[in-house]
């Protein structure tokens, strides 16, 4: 093993940079000299991690550096950050030793999954059965992906029991508009054919653990809207083509345009009739003629 491994160094903005490019796996703990008076014994028990044989490969490290935490969204000190494939996770426990550890091992995956236009709906399977569980799914854009590191954190506590996934709206307007995403976040938990929209102002872990574990009740339940075909697609657009033509500037001529090919319509449905119709009286007229023959 490195012999750096063997310490807890001091980390900064480059060096998490390089850790996170390297794909390294490595705890951090941030913290204050001064303000902070749970720092200075979490920080001392810090060297106690290093022999335990479950992080093995795994550095550990503590960090004062304001632009790290700032980058990372770590608000509160001290606070464990744990970086695992080229993403982090916010640790939510006690700082006693074998809670860090067993955690750790919970959080060595990712569990944060990424959804898009094309596989949403076979992943969740939200409105044609949900045969692959409950599904809580962020929707946000660069402005507000802080919310990404909070559900990464959450996924940690509840994989066993829902799914946790992200979909940036900025790339996948057909599910932003299938679910009349307004805001950004939107937290939706999909379950049994249904969706509940979190709307409560603190976004934080224990929060969102708590409304995935009951408090949705108290949201209204929303049917999941069907995914939809290339054909609705096309008429959607030609009636929002429609209407911004009527909006628009040229709304007088739109209008006549409109109201002239109704009448061109009307026109061809009257001369269909009444084709129908002679065609009708000239048969009727063989038919009469036919008659009187076998009469004679």
């Known amino acids: 093993m490195d012999e750096s491994a063997k310490e807890v160094l001091e980390i900064d903005l480059k060096g998490w940079q390089q850790s996170f490019n390297e794909n390294q796996r490595m705890l951090v703990l941030f913290y204050r000299t001064e303000g902070c008076e749970k720092c200075p014994a979490v920080v001392d028990s810090l060297p106690s991690l290093l022999e335990q044989p479950e992080l093995t490969g795994c550095a550990v490290s503590k960090s004062a550096d304001k632009a790290l935490a700032d980058k990372l969204g770590v608000a509160d000190f001290p606070s464990l950050v744990y970086l695992r494939d080229k993403a982090h996770v916010l640790y939510d426990g006690t700082f006693d030793p074998e809670d860090i550890i067993q955690w750790t091992m919970l959080a060595s995956k990712k ?26 799914v962020a929707f946000y854009t660069t402005t507000c992906n802080s919310i990404l590191s909070t559900m990464e954190s959450l996924g940690v506590r509840i994989q066993a029991k829902t799914n946790v996934a992200k979909v940036n709206i900025a790339e996948n307007y057909e599910l ?27 976004l934080d872990s224990e929060s969102l653990k708590s409304f995935v ?22 008429t959607e657009n030609i009636a929002d083509w429609i209407r911004d033509q009527i909006e628009g500037p040229n709304k ?45």
């Open 176 to 202: 932003e508009d299938r679910f009349k995403i307004s805001k950004c976040p939107e937290l939706i938990l999909f379950k049994q054919g249904k969706m509940y929209r979190y709307d409560l102002p603190k």
């Open 213 to 234: 574990g009951g408090f949705y009740k108290n949201m209204k339940a929303e049917s999941v809207p069907v995914q939809k075909s290339d054909f609705d697609h096309l």
């Open 111 to 136: 569990v944060l999954q990424r959804l898009d236009d094309q596989s949403f709906e076979r992943l969740t399977q939200a409105a044609t059965g949900a045969t692959t569980g409950d599904w809580l």
């Open 252 to 296: 007088a001529l739109v209008m006549g345009g409109i109201a002239g090919m109704g009448v061109l319509l009307l026109l061809v449905l009257v001369v269909c009739c009444r084709t129908v119709l002679a065609g009708e009286d000239d048969g009727q007229k063989k038919e009469r003629k036919k008659a009187e023959k076998k009469s004679e």
